[in-house]
């Protein structure tokens, strides 16, 4: 069997589309399409079903794969690295959510960028959830750290850590809760005041009242801008409560800066998961970063 050709049906089938498929390939689109109606000639059987956008693979499609993807990364890393120059720094492509990703996951893996005979060159990028574990899927990137834990047998996702959620104000809006109301009736007491949110469906805010209190905020956001740090800057400021990971906000809860107005016995817990191709773990640089992950998240939990 073309090797050619398995690799143009792997990318097909990680990229869901012909047309990004051809993109990542460096082919046209009919190119790509030739090549894959090749392959199923020779093997009798389609890979998969054409619809209005992309293509979802079939049975034989999805076997395939999952026994032709992680050798076809394999060689990838063979004629990648170079078998002559083993000096030369080998690139990890990461993506994960920005805050996480840069507070914790980078200074976790800067150590394997020194000079040993075994540095890494890192690639970063950022995104939601289900962006990060796309661009896994579709060969952009080596390792996804996410939120959401990924279906099917492509990608194979390890327990990373577990992340607390804590309800912040700066001092002058923690004075002004009754915290004995607040023990009693729960959400109630927090009517009426600001709320600083990452996005205007606050995912922060309502899965901790769905979690702590049962209940949906009754406010919306004062203020809205999609990065935790700056949630946390305008939480400092005065903006108005927040919720954060307890990891983003423990220094300021140390300094004064902010208080937590309410420690629930139980604490909402979002957890992180680490993702990679199924198979691509026998590459060593994928698993030097997935093994220095591991072992740092053991501190962080």
Known sequence: MDLALLRTFVTVHRAGSFTRAAAL??????????????LERQLGRP???????????TAIGDELAHKAAPHLDALV?????????????????????????????????????????RRLALRVSFGTAEEVLEGLAAGHTDLAISTARPRGALLTATPLCDEEHVLIAAPQWAERIDTGRLRRTGASALENLPVVEVHESMPLVSRYWASVFDSHPAASGTVIVPDLRAVLACAVAGAGLAVLPRYLCAAALERGDVVAPHEPVVPPLRTYVLAVRTGTLAMPHVARAHEGLLEAALEWC
């Open 47 to 57: 890979l998969f079903l054409r619809q209005a956008r992309g293509v979802t693979p």
């Open 77 to 117: 890393e063979i004629t990648g690295t170079g078998l002559d120059d083993e000096s030369s720094p080998r690139s990890l492509h990461l993506a994960g959510p920005p805050e996480f990703t840069a507070e914790r996951a980078l200074p976790a893996l800067a150590e394997l960028t020194g000079d040993d005979g």
């Open 25 to 38: 390939l460096g082919l046209s689109q009919p190119a790509v399409t030739s090549q894959i109606r090749a």
